[in-house]
């Protein structure tokens, strides 16, 4: 499985960006899909997450900005950022939690990331 994000880039204060995050491969259902960042200097931190089901996290500095979703028929997992903060700035990673089945049916879960795509909120 492979995760590709994209859609980062430079915006002004209280712009919007659209994240995509697409997986390729076989073999293979998603369940829970995430968001994480980074920025300069600090930890990664959880930004939100959407699980198999729909149902969907976000940490506080952004609830009500953004926005994850998913589209299952195209294993594609979406970040909506609306109302972008200087505080946004950072390296943005997708990842998903995936199932399979190995060859005498034993399920097998994994996690993939993808690479980051920058974010930057200029003031």
């Known amino acids: 499985v492979q995760l590709q994000a994209s859609g980062g880039g430079l915006v002004q204060t209280g712009g919007s960006l659209r994240l995509s995050c697409a997986a390729s491969g076989s073999g293979f259902r998603i369940t829970g899909m995430g968001w994480y960042r980074q920025a300069r200097g600090k930890e990664r931190e959880l930004v939100a997450t959407?699980?198999?089901?729909?149902?969907?996290n976000y940490a506080d500095s952004v609830k009500g900005r953004f926005t994850i979703s998913r589209d299952n028929a195209k294993n594609t997992g979406y970040l909506q950022m609306d109302g972008l903060k200087p505080e946004d700035t950072a390296v943005y990673y997708c990842?998903?939690?995936?199932?399979?089945?190995?060859?005498?049916?034993?399920?097998?879960?994994?996690?993939?990331w993808g690479k980051g795509t920058q974010v930057t909120v200029s003031s």
């Open positions: 959407i699980s198999s089901g729909g149902s969907t």
């Open positions: 990842n998903a939690d995936t199932l399979s089945y190995t060859s005498s049916e034993e399920p097998v879960v994994a996690r993939y």
